[in-house]
């Protein structure tokens, strides 16, 4: 298991942006596919976009242009720009990694259990 270190939330008012940073060891040295997901109060845990190490990228349909992943793999960090936020945004949001292609990335981590503490976002109108 890889460990992974969210940072950079915070609390912004809707329209407002954010930049999410995840700490991810060897990113530079792995095979390692790359997202961030979230969970608000009383939803399930959701996928929100991820990075494979060639930069192919798939977003939530949520998202709708508003926002971006990144990587950084000399640096060992993922990124979330999160750019007109919504108070439906509210969530907590989490960043994982695993040795998978982009779409099985996808479909499979939501389902895994060994999720850090994650970052905080709250979107208030």
């Known amino acids: 298991q890889v460990p992974l270190v969210e940072s950079g939330g915070g609390s912004v008012q809707a329209g407002g942006s954010l930049r999410l940073s995840c700490s991810v060891p060897d990113l530079s040295g792995s095979n390692y596919c790359v997202g961030w997901f979230r969970r608000a109060p009383g939803k399930k845990r959701e996928v929100v976009a991820a990075i494979d190490v060639d930069g192919s990228t798939r977003y939530a349909d949520f998202v709708q242009g508003r926002f971006t992943i990144s990587r950084d793999d000399a640096k060992d960090t993922l990124y979330l720009q999160m750019n007109s936020l919504k108070p439906e945004d509210t969530a907590m949001y989490y960043c994982?990694?695993?040795?998978?292609?982009?779409?099985?990335?996808?479909?499979?981590?939501?389902?895994?259990?060994?999720w850090g503490q994650g970052t905080q976002i709250t979107v208030s109108s």
């Open positions: 994982a990694a695993d040795n998978a292609p982009l779409n099985i990335f996808w479909m499979i981590t939501p389902g895994k259990s060994d």
